[in-house]
């Protein structure tokens, strides 16, 4: 039995489908029992948690072989960092609560450096916490989701101008379909490393993207001119304030791009790499305005 927990999210349900079409017995964990309809087809059991209860998670994660952890971002809290590593602390302790054999965390690309990466930051603190651990430990380190383009598609149709803060436009970034992290989770629950030094995949999808190729993709499919432009670095907050982001959380994700343009967040070196299959051109086609 593997739990994986949020599993109402993209890639918690990629994880549950690719297991079950193994016929693997899964245990979904989730907030509520509001959407659980397509989990519960799939066949797998239904345990309700919130992530930010240590003795809510135990309960639910009890006796498990492995377990598929993902954490709640908090992109409206007014401290979204402390929110956040408030809910990977009560998971953790839930963890060594039960003692898993086997865990796989979604993390992220850049999660080994220390300072200076904003929201990533967080990833950090759950790699650290889980390093505490018995158990044989996989870190699935993610690109940035190409399904984070929906908070810009809007004002882009309207306007005709795409805003990045991937500077320059010509940089090419690292990015991946969050259901083919799902995948290539559900593939590595499968084959757990032995215990000891945890194993460090990264995930990434077929190839690598400018904005000049996010803009090209969206006006191609939308079938109308959209323009690529660097935001200004001053910009940045209010844009993310726009698009539904707390001042906490929006802080973040400048720090976090600040570190990318700089060049310091890419795959890490004896890191393995894997890739997902979906391109660019599905997922922004799947994200327009129907």
């Given at each position: 039995?593997?739990?994986?927990?949020?599993?109402?999210?993209?890639?918690?349900?990629?994880?549950a489908?690719?297991l079950?079409?193994?016929?693997?017995?899964?245990?979904?964990?989730?907030?509520?029992?509001?959407?659980?309809?397509?989990?519960?087809?799939?066949?797998?059991?239904?345990?309700?948690?919130?992530?930010?209860?240590?003795?809510?998670?135990?309960?639910?994660?009890?006796?498990?072989?492995?377990?598929?952890?993902?954490?709640?971002?908090?992109p409206?809290?007014?401290?979204?960092?402390?929110?956040?590593?408030?809910?990977?602390?009560?998971?953790?302790?839930?963890?060594?609560?039960?003692?898993?054999?086997?865990?796989?965390?979604?993390s992220?690309?850049?999660?080994?450096?220390?300072?200076?990466?904003?929201v990533?930051?967080?990833?950090?603190?759950?790699?650290?916490?889980?390093?505490?651990?018995p158990?044989?430990?996989?870190?699935?380190?993610?690109?940035?989701?190409?399904?984070?383009?929906?908070?810009?598609?809007?004002?882009?149709?309207?306007?005709?101008t795409?805003?990045?803060?991937?500077?320059?436009?010509?940089?090419?970034?690292?990015?991946?379909?969050?259901?083919?992290?799902?995948?290539?989770?559900?593939?590595?629950?499968?084959?757990?490393?032995?215990?000891?030094?945890?194993?460090?995949?990264?995930v990434?999808?077929?190839?690598?993207?400018?904005?000049?190729?996010?803009?090209?993709?969206?006006?191609?499919?939308?079938?109308?001119?959209?323009?690529?432009?660097?935001?200004?670095?001053?910009e940045?907050?209010?844009?993310?304030?726009?698009?539904?982001?707390?001042?906490?959380?929006?802080?973040?994700?400048?720090?976090?791009?600040?570190?990318?343009?700089?060049?310091?967040?890419?795959?890490?070196?004896?890191?393995?790499?894997?890739?997902?299959?979906?391109?660019?051109?599905?997922?922004?086609?799947?994200l327009?305005?129907?």
């Open positions: 039995m593997i739990a994986v927990l949020g599993a109402t999210g993209r890639i918690g349900q990629a994880t489908q690719a079950r079409a193994q016929e693997v017995p899964v245990r979904a964990v989730v907030r509520s029992r509001e959407r659980v309809g397509q989990l519960e087809a799939l066949g797998c059991k239904v345990a309700v948690a919130d992530l930010r209860e240590c003795e809510q998670v135990a309960a639910a994660i009890d006796g498990v072989d492995a377990v598929h952890v993902m954490f709640p971002t908090a409206q809290a007014p401290d979204a960092l402390s929110e956040m590593t408030a809910a990977i602390d009560a998971v953790a302790g839930a963890l060594r609560a039960t003692a898993p054999p086997a865990i796989l965390a979604i992220d690309y850049g999660a080994e450096l220390e300072t200076g990466t904003g990533t930051l967080t990833f950090h603190h759950l790699e650290t916490r889980l390093r505490e651990l158990s044989a430990l996989t870190l699935l380190r993610s690109a940035e989701h190409m399904q984070n383009w929906a908070r810009q598609i809007p004002a882009a149709l309207q306007t005709g795409l805003g990045s803060l991937h500077h320059p436009l010509t940089k090419r970034f690292p990015t991946v379909s969050a259901p083919d992290v799902g995948v290539a989770a559900a593939t590595l629950l499968l084959d757990p490393p032995a215990a000891g030094q945890p194993r460090i995949v990264q990434e999808g077929p190839q690598r993207y400018t904005a000049l190729d996010v803009a090209a993709v969206l006006s191609d499919v939308a079938g109308r001119t959209v323009v690529a432009r660097e935001l200004a670095r001053g940045w907050k209010a844009a993310l304030r726009r698009g539904g982001l707390s001042d906490s959380y929006a802080t973040l994700i400048v720090e976090l791009f600040d570190a990318h343009n700089a060049g310091r967040i890419d795959v890490a070196p004896g890191s393995e790499v894997r890739h997902g299959t979906t391109e660019l051109r599905d997922v922004i086609a799947s327009l305005p129907r």
